[in-house]
């Protein structure tokens, strides 16, 4: 069972920026984060595959830059011009192969205050 790590959450004003770091116990194909806002679904803010291949929700954009350093089994989410809508608690996911079951971090909290 592979294990993620995540820290780099916090409190932020809006316009503020953060960096989110995500580790895991071995090699994973696809790493990446979700959020999930009280009283809301989780939802996908972007993945990257061990090749590089990135997707991001539509809302992240232009804002939101996920990499990864396959030599450490790290993922990053460099986090720019925040908005108090970003709030949420930000999940590290990853995932073995491309079909595989996702594993998940413990959740690391990030506020962003206007």
């Known amino acids: 069972q592979v294990q993620l790590v995540e820290s780099g959450g916090g409190l932020v004003q809006a316009g503020g920026s953060l960096r989110l770091s995500c580790v895991a116990s071995?090699?994973?194909?696809?790493m990446g984060w979700y959020r999930q806002a009280p009283g809301k679904q989780r939802e996908l803010v972007a993945t990257i595959t061990s090749g590089g291949t990135t997707n991001y929700e539509d809302s992240v954009k232009g804002r939101f830059t996920i990499t990864r350093d396959n030599a450490k089994n790290t993922v990053y989410l460099q986090m720019n011009s925040l908005k108090p809508e970003d709030t949420a608690v930000y999940y590290c996911?990853?995932?073995?192969?491309?079909?595989?079951?996702?594993?998940w971090g413990q959740g690391t909290q990030i506020t962003v205050s206007s």
């Open positions: 996911n990853a995932r073995a192969t491309i079909f595989a079951t996702p594993a």
């Open positions: 071995r090699s994973m194909f696809s």
